[in-house]
């Protein structure tokens, strides 16, 4: 058990090394300097700018710079965004929550529903509906994240009017329960365009691994004994079809956050998703350095946390890997 | 369908009614919606929608395929390394290909761009491919080491054939049903990637079209020009949804096979 563990931790690390090392290298790779970026115009005369860079540490040696980020990051000081006038820390901490809490809430919604559906259609394959969502499944799946986000901004935002159309609270909106009660209403679309792909790919999965179990011998002898069917699907058959879901998770998280965003883009939720965005398209370095790093660094973990929690859930898997 | 998405972008230009770049009238005919002469409606600067989505299934599927050509590439020489040399390599390289999986693909993509500056159309589909080469690999290696284990091959290696010879002779051609597989898998990835990429402005750079940066036309107001994200939206889903459906076909004819 601790053996796998420390192997998982060690890629973990491997991986958050691997990416602060990719970060630097390509920040170095970069054409031009923040500097470049703010004062495009010939106004700002050479010798300023020379000025600036040298005070920011842009022309010390590669291997000072390194040291320095390197040094930096690890006392979770990113530097100074140019164009947010903040520190790159701040802005994450104001960003990060956001971000956790949209995706969280499409986690817990996709995973409860595209287990639920995939369950049942897994325990009941030859019946229309299921095969109806089945294919419905297909369709979705089909669907990238940020056009779902799109059409949902297109339908029940613009057009009806029913949901919010951007951001994350009214501007001077209430406060209190009534200021919770906004940030749900703003919360419901990009949770959705997000929950709803996660539903189709959980309940495809899902339905495989039912289908697997389903004739399987305990289920079978679980019947002959006499357990009512209610019983049988959801304490012989789904707990047992859960764990290969439960490993999904892990996979999934990378690809979520990757929809997570275009999503909060379009429907410009303050998170990491629009912040990063921004930073890259402004090529304010030290904030898209900053994201990247902190993004991977909280997938990383999440990732490490669903494989914690196989572990907990299948037994055989604690003994093999002994 | 996908057959059909793929002839249309082949020989779609040729019927497309305008030219995709040229500005019609700016002022007159701007952000004009779907009419006879312009089924599709016309953008920001009066240019043709359908002649874009036509072109830009070119500019669009084109670097998908290209993506997916890096990727299958890169994804069977480390899963065929790694099935082949075994021991520590195969290890290291496993290792290497979990964790690039770990790692988020679109975050390690905006980093390239935001040092990169603006990219060309084929460097941009060279990173799309260059990130997405991992779950090729794993498929590669499993399906390389389940033929190796298989007598055909054992008696191959017996006799003494050369390296170079059993992979391309005996190996390959063994390995092509899980490439379709991977490819359209990767394909069904990579389209919607190029697209997000573009629409947020980081991947292809107007005025060339390409089903992202149309939908991006509509800026802000996307209730009153609904028709510019429209169709370059159901361009996408269709495109995905037929690649999905031929990868669930293989791999069900795949599992069917003995």
């Keep these: 058990m601790s053996r796998v563990l420390l192997g998982r931790l060690g890629q973990a690390a491997l991986v958050v090394v691997l990416v602060v090392c990719t970060s630097f290298v390509l920040i170095r790779l970069a054409p031009g300097d923040p500097f470049a970026a703010i004062y495009q115009s010939q106004e700002v005369p050479a010798p300023v700018r020379a000025q600036l860079r040298s005070s920011f540490g842009f022309d010390d040696p590669v291997p000072v710079q390194f040291a320095r980020f390197v040094g930096n990051i690890a006392r979770g000081e990113f530097g100074w965004s140019v164009t947010l006038s903040s520190p790159v820390s701040e802005v994450i901490g104001r960003a990060l929550p956001n971000t956790l809490l949209l995706m969280g809430t499409a986690f817990f919604f996709g995973l409860l529903g595209g287990a639920a559906l995939g369950a049942w259609q897994g325990w009941r394959p030859r019946s229309t509906l299921s095969r109806v969502t089945d294919r419905l499944g297909l369709l979705v799946l089909s669907v990238p994240e940020f056009v779902l986000a799109l059409l949902l901004m297109l339908g029940p935002a613009l057009a009806w009017g029913l949901f919010p159309v951007a951001g994350m609270r009214q501007e001077f909106g209430p406060g209190g329960f009534a200021g919770f009660v906004d940030l749900l209403h703003h919360l419901v679309l990009p949770a959705f365009a997000l929950s709803l792909i996660l539903m189709a790919v959980v309940a495809r999965h899902q339905r495989a691994a039912m289908l697997g179990v389903r004739d399987a011998e305990f289920v079978r002898a679980a019947r002959a004994r006499g357990v009512p069917e209610n019983r049988v699907f959801v304490r012989h058959a789904l707990r047992n079809a859960l764990v290969p879901v439960l490993t999904l998770t892990g996979v999934l998280l990378p690809a979520l956050f990757g929809g997570a965003v275009l999503v909060e883009k379009i429907f410009a939720w303050p998170g990491m998703g629009t912040t990063t965005v921004d930073a890259v398209l402004s090529r304010d370095y030290h904030l898209v350095v900053g994201c990247v790093v902190v993004s991977s660094i909280c997938v990383v973990i999440g990732t490490l946390l669903a494989d914690l929690a196989v572990l907990w859930a299948d037994p055989r898997l604690r003994e093999t890997q002994r | ?258």
């Design chain 2, 1 to 258: 369908m996908l057959a059909i998405v793929l002839a249309v972008t082949v020989v779609g230009p040729w019927f497309a009614p305008f030219s995709p770049t040229e500005q019609l009238d700016p002022i007159a005919m701007a952000s004009m919606p779907p009419s006879f002469t312009h089924p599709f409606g016309t953008d920001t600067f009066s240019r043709d929608v359908l002649s874009r989505v036509l072109y830009g299934a070119r500019v669009s599927l084109g670097i998908a395929t290209l993506a997916v050509a890096v990727a299958l590439s890169l994804g069977t020489l480390v899963g065929a390394t790694a099935a082949l040399v075994g021991g520590r390599t195969d290890l290291l390289l496993m290792r290497l290909t979990d964790t690039a999986l770990a790692f988020p693909r679109i975050l390690l993509l905006l980093l390239l761009v935001a040092s990169t500056g603006s990219l060309s159309a084929p460097t941009f589909a060279l990173l799309i491919g260059a990130t997405g080469w991992m779950t090729t690999a794993r498929l590669v290696r499993q399906e390389t080491r389940r033929l190796l284990a298989t007598e055909h091959l054992r008696s191959a290696r017996v006799l003494g054939v050369p390296w170079p010879r059993l992979v391309r002779r005996h190996l390959l051609p063994g390995l092509l049903p899980t490439l379709a597989a991977a490819g359209t898998i990767a394909f069904a990835a990579a389209v919607p990637l190029e697209a997000g990429l573009s629409f947020l402005g980081l991947g292809v750079q107007p005025p060339d079209p390409s089903w992202g940066n149309i939908i991006t036309g509509a800026e802000s107001r996307v209730l009153e020009r609904w028709w510019m994200v429209l169709f370059p939206t159901l361009c996408i889903v269709a495109t995905v949804l037929a690649a999905n459906v031929v990868a669930e076909r293989i791999t069900v004819e795949r599992r069917r096979r003995p």
